[in-house]
């Protein structure tokens, strides 16, 4: 097949970008959707941005689709448009490529969407400022559901803004040093003589000047660095771990979290996942940073079924929430979420710890965490457990403030509380 031509290359990362929302439009998430047998390895990054970018601003690109669109269309071609708009919006220095490469490739799901998509595009182009003034929606504005704005305006009424902003970025990529290895300002003269810059965000973590592909990062195939988020290294100190201490990562795919511990102290540590495809990135993680631990599939709500019986000193419960505070990463996260996710989850997140401080030894202490904004599965979680609970207290956090790290450019949005036996 003879190379693609760059304008060739557009239109098929269109299709391919058009399908990915469609997906994610149908329930699917978009790693999902972008991974499948389908996914062009060619037009990865191409793919990528078109979708990502789609969905980072589905809220007024939606809105805008909706006053240029008067009769319904296939959700495929609708999710094409939108990814066309993105990139007009993104890049209108290549506009008319732009309408002529997206007009092919509505033609490759649907021949007779042609004129239409043809219209509607260069309508957009015409009048595009008139139309973005009549998206005056909150959900166009800020490009979240009305549901999830609302709950963040009510939890955080002085920052609601700067959250929802923050959740539209383009992520950091954020390193942590593998001190066992070498120290970050070691690392960082490494960075620099392959002229790469980096900053020291504090402890473990260094904010990349830019993102790079994860097999250009020195030293990350060697176990010098992984790749974690400055405000999920918050995680492993807060759990004061040392040598010898018998310790549990109650929800360890794929192994950050498990990988740090194991970096701060020489500990008996056991892994564990529920969902056994995700079980041997704990081993792969582990294994490249030159550690091993116990690692089992296993539900951490039920013990009786990978429980040895023995308590735990420290016991790290990542639990699963709705991931409002990694957006920036996952922006189908913002569209795919449910209103009544929040309570279904808070109860599971409930009845996980519960189980889990059967487990934990007097004295010992459980960290509790998630990479959420909402109070419901955050804080209320934990009120809630320490009303029915004995014996349990929160202990104060130095950091972050009220143990809600909020996101911003430099980090993602994290709760933590630290609870102990007494
Ligand atoms: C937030 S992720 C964990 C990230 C991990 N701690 C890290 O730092 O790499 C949540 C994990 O919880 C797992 N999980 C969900 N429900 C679980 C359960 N009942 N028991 C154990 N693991 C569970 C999911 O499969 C998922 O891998």
Redesign the pocket.
Known sequence: MPPLSRSANLELALYAAGAAVAQVRAGRSLSEALSGPEADSNLGAAVQDLAYGALRNLGLLDAILAELLHKPVKPAVHALLLAALYQLRARPQTSHTTVDQAVRAVARFEPAAKGLANAVLRNYLREADALVARCNSDTAHYSYPQWWIDRVRAAWPQQWESVLNAGNLHPPMTLRVNRRRLTPEQYLAKLGERGLAGEHLGAQAILLERPLPIESVPGFAAGEVSIQDAG?QLAAPLLDVRPGMRVL?????????AGHILELADCALTA????PA?VPRISDNLARLGFSARVVS????SPAGWSDGGRFERILL?A?CTASGVVKRHPDIKWLRRDSDIPRLATSQGR?LDALWQLLAPGGKLLYAT?SVFPQENAQTVTSFLARCDGARRLPLAEPEGGQLLPDARHDGFFYALLEKQ
């Open positions: 999920a990562d109650a929800c360890a795919a794929p192994g950050g979290k564990l996942d529920i969902d995700r296993g539900d951490c709500a990542d699963p996980m990479c």
